[in-house]
């Protein structure tokens, strides 16, 4: 049986492609996995030299073309099932069109129907964002019969609304019973952890990559090290292989 898992949220830059690259990099050593990267604006994920991703083109010219989403579902459907994990990563801008097109074809039950699993992955961030991001977040709890991981990225300020912290909340008291997990990206000092992240990513490298690098400053490696070390433990509360 094969596991899908489709990161998804409405809201730009907070964190898809970053969710989509570590949990690529958890599960991997493990299990085998593919990617695929759906964002017809940002490619991020399929950017990483060291992960097997391949970046499917969901434009004709400047609109984005649902029909396109079938070719997504043929990789899905014609991957070898050999207890592979598909993780792929959807762009802001294609987020209603392929949940539309999600719904309107029942495609999360064929998945299923054809042996596989499903999960859904959604980031919720703290700031000006918070409300998009839990409508965002709304929108998969009421659409899909399927279990959601949800991420917590503080990075742009505390999720916390009217007093309340986000297993508090509204959505979690409404959709709590489909949420199989609730990870927390950990939060460190932007000027050390945030500078070497950022350093990372612009690599295009992996952790371990970065870490086994002897050209790379041994506190960074340090601070890395630690930073993956954190963000495996989260992820593994999720129990997802």
């Known amino acids: 049986m094969n596991t899908v898992h489709f990161i998804l949220q409405g809201k730009g830059g907070v964190g898809k492609s970053l969710v989509s690259s570590m949990l690529f990099q958890y599960i991997q050593k493990n299990k085998n996995c593919v990617g695929i990267d759906t964002d017809p604006v940002n490619a991020t994920f399929s950017r990483c030299v060291d992960l097997n991703v391949k970046q499917l083109n969901i434009m004709d010219d400047d ?76 929108t998969l709890a009421s659409s899909f019969d399927a279990p959601i991981v949800v991420w917590l990225n503080l990075y742009f300020g505390d999720i916390f609304k009217s007093g309340k912290t986000f297993e508090e909340f509204k959505i979690y008291q409404e959709h709590g019973h489909k949420f199989q997990s609730v990870i927390q990206i950990p939060l460190r000092k932007q000027a050390t952890f945030g500078k070497d992240l950022e350093d990372l990513f612009s690599s295009r490298e992996t952790f371990d990559t970065a870490i086994n ?7 960074v490696r340090q601070r890395l090290k630690t930073f993956w070390t954190e963000v495996q433990r989260e992820i593994d509360k999720a129990q997802l292989v």
């Open 213 to 219: 690098n002897s050209k790379v400053p041994i506190m």
């Open 63 to 138: 609109d984005i073309d649902p029909r396109k989403f079938d070719t997504l579902m043929e990789q899905i459907l014609e991957t070898d099932n050999e207890d592979k994990h598909i993780i792929i990563d959807n762009g802001a801008s294609s987020f209603i069109p392929l949940c539309s097109y999600l719904k309107e074809n029942n495609a999360i039950d064929l998945i299923k129907e054809s042996g596989n699993k499903v999960v859904l992955h959604s980031i919720i961030t703290g700031g000006q964002a918070l409300g998009d991001t839990l409508a965002g977040l709304g």
